[in-house]
């Protein structure tokens, strides 16, 4: 997808181990953000980026962590996974003026 | 507090007929409006945007209208297609930040040949 990649396209993890999902773009693009995509609740922002070391959390925030050592990777980490973190996570890029998001393929996630 | 409304949550179509799905927002701040097509296991791709500056906005088959006054927009697909069926999010934003984009909840189409 147009220079962004996920990685791994799917996990399954135990409850209460950590899990590190990877997004990697190569668009030099300054805005990256991780959603979750839920039936009946469409896409909700976990936390996104403005710039290397510069992150803000979205609405739905709580269990997770991210960084962002470097323009190209935005890394969302669960500390402890949970059963309700179950989801297809999706990383988008964005540059800076108008114009809308550019969408990973996703992570599909199952803490069990 | 859901920033955009959409609806139906699910549409099935003849093939050949208008597909048309509603999206409102209450924030008058946003001023870019897109839609989002996205197929299984695929993520959501951009398909169209307007801004409020204009009424509506056409490409090809597709067209957003837009009623600034009522705070909604919507999707109208024209000569609906098998290959239409998909999920489509609205998303409502302010442009030139990197905020985040606001979306719905969905509509999953499903066009019958």
């Known amino acids: 997808d147009a220079g962004i990649t996920q990685s791994p396209r799917h996990k399954v993890t135990e409850t209460g181990t950590p899990v590190t999902l990877r997004c990697h773009q190569t668009?030099?693009?300054?805005?990256m953000y991780w959603y979750r995509q839920d039936p009946g609740h469409g896409l909700r922002l976990i936390h996104y980026s403005y710039g290397v070391k510069d992150t803000d959390k979205g609405e739905v925030s709580d269990g997770y962590s991210v960084s962002r050592s470097k323009t190209e990777d935005f890394l969302l980490t669960l500390e402890s996974a949970t059963s309700s973190q179950t989801s297809v996570y999706f990383c988008?890029?964005?540059?800076?003026?108008?114009?809308?998001?550019?969408f990973g393929s996703g992570t599909r996630l199952t803490v069990v | 507090q859901q920033q955009v409304k959409q609806s139906p949550q699910s549409l099935i179509v003849q093939k050949g007929g208008i597909s048309i799905i509603n999206c409102a927002y209450e924030n008058t701040a946003f001023d870019y409006f897109p839609w989002y097509q996205q197929f299984p296991g695929k993520g959501p791709a951009l398909l169209i945007a307007?801004?409020?500056?204009?009424s509506e906005k056409k490409e090809g088959r597709f067209t957003i209208s837009f009623n600034k006054s009522a705070k909604q927009f919507s999707l109208h697909i024209m000569d609906s297609q098998p290959g239409d069926s998909a999920t489509y999010f609205c998303?409502?934003?302010?442009?030139?930040?990197?905020?985040?984009?606001?979306f719905g909840t969905g509509t999953s189409l499903t066009v019958i040949p």
């Open positions: 307007i801004r409020p500056d204009v």
């Open positions: 988008a890029i964005k540059g800076a003026g108008a114009g809308g998001y550019t």
């Open positions: 998303a409502a934003s302010r442009s030139n930040t990197g905020n985040q984009f606001y």
């Open positions: 668009e030099n693009h300054r805005y």
